[in-house]
């Protein structure tokens, strides 16, 4: 995914798109651009440079910009194109009046290409995005006025895009374009903004508009026009943000992970905020799904992708147990290929911190089109997926910057745990103080993930001695092994070394093989509540320790099983099992943090990754 920002105000728009490109960057950091239209020249005053956003930053300093008060800027994840100067956003007609930035992938570019270098075009890049101004240059030579012309563009062009022009003599307009891609209007006091996200314009006002598929929109200072792609009024729909600038900040911290992670015990507890009235039943305010109809499921099928998907690994062992409903997780890459077997009876559950991950809303506009019920598990308000499913849960947890998931993940967990829950109650499998127990429970769980933060310096200093280890291998069974898999995706993610998680029952079955001298092995006990699980994962721990493994156990309290066989010990809070993973994730997340510091990384961003995949 890229970032994109766009304004048109009072303020001096380099300033404006600037810090709305250092709060985006977290979407892509290969390239940045700006563009500001110069009326004085009839021409775009622009620069860009691969790179981080500090690269932009020194050709800016050495680069005389207007003072204009409308202006567009971008951060770029290369998809067509190396991430080098010539294919950085943004991009300009051959006569300068036009530039665009764009986040997306044109799907027939190739063909539009030909066709432009056919009637004498001269394209300077590698990009899909440059065919889009060359298009829409031709296009004002028929239909003069800006938002005319890009929606004749906007008919030709095929794939997912958010396009945002500026145009040198139209400099009081910036037009946006969207089809299977975020983009969301900031309305301001005499100024109105652009924004892939919210974060781009927060600093300025929390007042946004969702803007739906196939729509175009054209801000000025003081208006904000939306239409659909054949000119006719589209509805819009408008929402307050309910947090501010500071909250999208480092606040002191080194990284943002760092942050996030600790923000944790404070997120979980947002989740479940409101969640529980005291007629002792749950009540979800986004459930638009009826009693009858949730009574009428007899299959959940839930799909995510990465980190969301081992947190619906977690919920299918959870949601099962409760409700007794077979539970299917799958990648939402591979959902819609497989011809999944789904009806009006299947509940589509789809988790996404984003809302916008393009694999995940392209297999719920699937499962719609089969007749299923579909409810999403989002993080942010207005955004594509929520909106475009039958019910949300929103998890409340705050804006997540860092590319490595941690607040979103253990959110999501606990929104399906609501979710497994508030099926059980309305189809009657679980009495009610059954519920007010697990509630219970939940409740007191941000008060174990703050125990667990408070004793990360035990990790800290085992990442420290492991500085030098290329390989770590996670185990775990039940829960545990979702959460071994999601220690083994951070470590990957941020400090690049071989990592892989097993089920630990699978360890003879070949994963065993792996195991050498000094290799480190983290595994997740169950607690000894689950007597016969725990037995087994005490073996396992034996066998490999007796092959040369260097043991790191995560056990709950009073656990002393595993002490003799571990060779570093992690205690966990005392919790039922199946709410474990909100405690025993944390220290995993501390680690490959920790280790990725110590090797040099950039822990936040994190090299060839975005925080969201906005094309499949």
Same mark, same amino acid.
């Given at each position: 995914?890229?970032?994109?920002?766009?304004?048109?105000?009072?303020?001096?728009?380099?300033?404006?798109?600037?810090?709305?490109?250092?709060?985006?960057?977290?979407?892509?950091?290969?390239?940045?651009?700006?563009?500001?239209?110069?009326?004085?020249?009839?021409?775009?005053?622009?620069?860009?440079?691969?790179?981080?956003?500090?690269?932009?930053?020194?050709?800016?300093?050495?680069?005389?910009?207007?003072?204009?008060?409308?202006?567009?800027?971008?951060?770029?994840?290369?998809?067509?194109?190396?991430?080098? &100067?010539?294919?950085?956003?943004?991009? *300009?007609?051959?006569?300068?009046?036009?530039?665009?930035?764009?986040?997306?992938?044109?799907?027939?570019?190739?063909?539009?290409?030909?066709?432009?270098?056919?009637?004498?075009?001269?394209? *300077?890049?590698?990009?899909?995005?440059?065919?889009?101004?060359?298009?829409?240059?031709?296009?004002?030579?028929? %239909?003069?006025?800006?938002?005319?012309?890009?929606?004749?563009?906007?008919?030709?062009?095929?794939?997912?895009?958010?396009?945002?022009?500026?145009?040198?003599?139209?400099? @009081?307009?910036?037009?946006?374009?969207?089809?299977?891609?975020?983009?969301?209007?900031?309305?301001?006091?005499?100024?109105?903004?652009?924004?892939? &996200?919210?974060?781009?314009?927060?600093?300025?006002?929390?007042?946004?508009?969702?803007?739906?598929?196939?729509?175009?929109?054209?801000?000025?200072?003081?208006?904000?026009?939306?239409?659909?792609?054949?000119?006719?009024?589209?509805?819009?729909?408008?929402?307050?943000?309910?947090?501010?600038?500071?909250?999208?900040?480092?606040?002191?911290? &080194?990284?943002?992970?760092?942050?996030?992670?600790?923000?944790?015990?404070?997120?979980?507890?947002?989740?479940?905020?409101?969640?529980?009235?005291?007629?002792?039943?749950?009540?979800?305010?986004?459930?638009?799904?009826?009693?009858?109809?949730?009574?009428?499921?007899?299959?959940?099928?839930?799909?995510?992708?990465?980190?969301?998907?081992?947190?619906?690994?977690?919920?299918?062992?959870?949601?099962?147990?409760?409700?007794?409903?077979?539970?299917?997780?799958?990648?939402?890459?591979?959902?819609?290929?497989?011809?999944?077997?789904?009806?009006?009876?299947?509940?589509?559950?789809?988790?996404?911190?984003?809302?916008?991950?393009?694999?995940?809303?392209?297999?719920?506009?699937?499962?719609?089109?089969?007749?299923?019920?579909?409810?999403?598990?989002?993080? %942010?308000?207005?955004?594509?997926?929520?909106?475009?499913? @039958?019910?949300?849960?929103?998890?409340?947890?705050?804006?997540?910057?860092?590319?490595?998931?941690?607040?979103?993940?253990?959110?999501?967990?606990?929104?399906?745990?609501?979710?497994?829950?508030?099926?059980?109650?309305?189809?009657?499998?679980?009495?009610?103080?059954?519920?007010?127990?697990?509630?219970?429970?939940?409740?007191?769980?941000?008060?174990?993930?703050?125990?667990?933060?408070?004793?990360?310096?035990?990790?800290?200093?085992?990442?420290?001695?492991?500085?030098?280890?290329?390989?770590?291998?996670?185990?775990?069974?039940?829960?545990?092994?979702?959460?071994?898999?999601?220690?083994?995706?951070? *470590?990957?993610?941020?400090?690049?070394?071989?990592?892989?998680?097993?089920?630990?029952?699978?360890?003879?079955?070949?994963?065993?093989?792996?195991?050498? &001298?000094?290799?480190?092995?983290?595994?997740?006990?169950?607690?000894?509540?689950?007597?016969?699980?725990?037995?087994?994962?005490?073996?396992?721990?034996?066998?490999?320790?007796?092959?040369?493994?260097?043991?790191?156990?995560?056990?709950?309290?009073?656990?002393?099983?595993?002490?003799?066989?571990? @060779?570093?010990?992690?205690?966990?809070?005392?919790?039922?099992?199946?709410?474990?993973?909100?405690?025993?994730?944390?220290?995993?997340?501390?680690?490959?943090?920790?280790?990725?510091?110590?090797?040099?990384?950039?822990?936040?961003?994190?090299?060839?990754?975005?925080?969201?995949?906005?094309?499949?």
């Amino acid at each position: 995914m890229c970032g994109i920002v766009g304004y048109v105000g009072h303020r001096n728009a380099l300033d404006v798109v600037m810090g709305g490109l250092r709060r985006l960057e977290y979407r892509g950091y290969d390239s940045g651009g700006v563009a500001l239209p110069d009326p004085s020249t009839g021409r775009i005053a622009w620069a860009k440079k691969a790179g981080k956003l500090a690269n932009l930053d020194g050709v800016l300093a050495e680069t005389t910009m207007p003072e204009t008060t409308t202006g567009i800027g971008h951060t770029r994840w290369a998809t067509h194109g190396a991430p080098n &100067d010539r294919n950085a956003h943004p991009h *300009l007609s051959e006569d300068g009046r036009l530039a665009v930035v764009h986040n997306g992938i044109i799907e027939n570019f190739a063909v539009l290409r030909a066709e432009l270098e056919a009637a004498g075009h001269e394209l *300077l890049s590698e990009t899909d995005t440059e065919v889009v101004v060359h298009l829409l240059s031709d296009e004002l030579q028929r %239909t003069p006025a800006l938002d005319d012309a890009v929606r004749a563009v906007c008919q030709r062009l095929e794939g997912a895009f958010t396009l945002v022009f500026t145009d040198a003599r139209q400099p @009081d307009v910036v037009v946006g374009a969207r089809r299977n891609s975020p983009l969301v209007v900031g309305r301001g006091d005499g100024e109105n903004f652009l924004g892939s &996200d919210v974060s781009a314009f927060i600093e300025f006002t929390r007042e946004a508009v969702e803007l739906g598929q196939d729509q175009v929109v054209a801000i000025t200072r003081d208006s904000m026009t939306v239409t659909d792609f054949d000119g006719a009024p589209a509805e819009t729909t408008s929402y307050h943000v309910d947090w501010d600038v500071s909250a999208a900040e480092k606040g002191g911290y &080194d990284w943002f992970m760092l942050k996030e992670i600790d923000e944790q015990p404070q997120a979980v507890a947002e989740t479940l905020l409101g969640r529980y009235g005291r007629s002792g039943r749950l009540q979800l305010d986004e459930m638009r799904l009826s009693d009858d109809e949730l009574r009428d499921v007899d299959k959940i099928i839930i799909i995510a992708c990465g980190t969301a998907s081992y947190a619906g690994l977690v919920a299918k062992y959870a949601i099962e147990h409760w409700t007794r409903i077979p539970c299917e997780v799958e990648l939402a890459s591979e959902f819609r290929y497989r011809d999944p077997i789904i009806d009006r009876s299947t509940l589509v559950v789809a988790i996404s911190q984003s809302g916008e991950t393009m694999d995940t809303l392209m297999a719920i506009r699937y499962a719609r089109q089969q007749r299923a019920r579909v409810l999403s598990i989002c993080n %942010t308000n207005g955004s594509t997926i929520p909106r475009e499913s @039958d019910a949300v849960i929103y998890t409340h947890a705050g804006p997540e910057v860092a590319v490595a998931s941690t607040k979103g993940f253990l959110s999501q967990i606990v929104a399906c745990y609501l979710l497994g829950l508030y099926l059980a109650q309305v189809r009657g499998v679980k009495y009610g103080d059954e519920i007010d127990a697990i509630m219970a429970a939940l409740e007191k769980l941000p008060a174990g993930i703050q125990r667990m933060l408070d004793e990360g310096e035990q990790v800290r200093k085992l990442a420290a001695e492991l500085v030098d280890t290329r390989s770590v291998l996670f185990l775990g069974r039940h829960v545990g092994y979702p959460v071994a898999l999601e220690g083994a995706l951070k *470590l990957k993610e941020l400090a690049y070394l071989h990592a892989e998680g097993f089920a630990a029952g699978e360890l003879k079955h070949g994963p065993i093989a792996l195991i050498e &001298d000094g290799i480190p092995v983290f595994v997740v006990v169950p607690p000894k509540a689950r007597d016969q699980l725990q037995e087994k994962i005490v073996s396992n721990i034996q066998e490999i320790r007796a092959r040369g493994a260097l043991t790191i156990v995560l056990a709950e309290d009073g656990d002393d099983d595993v002490v003799p066989y571990a @060779d570093h010990l992690i205690r966990l809070p005392k919790v039922p099992t199946l709410l474990q993973p909100l405690v025993a994730t944390v220290p995993l997340q501390i680690f490959a943090c920790e280790l990725a510091g110590l090797l040099g990384h950039d822990v936040d961003q994190p090299r060839n990754l975005a925080k969201s995949v906005t094309v499949e």
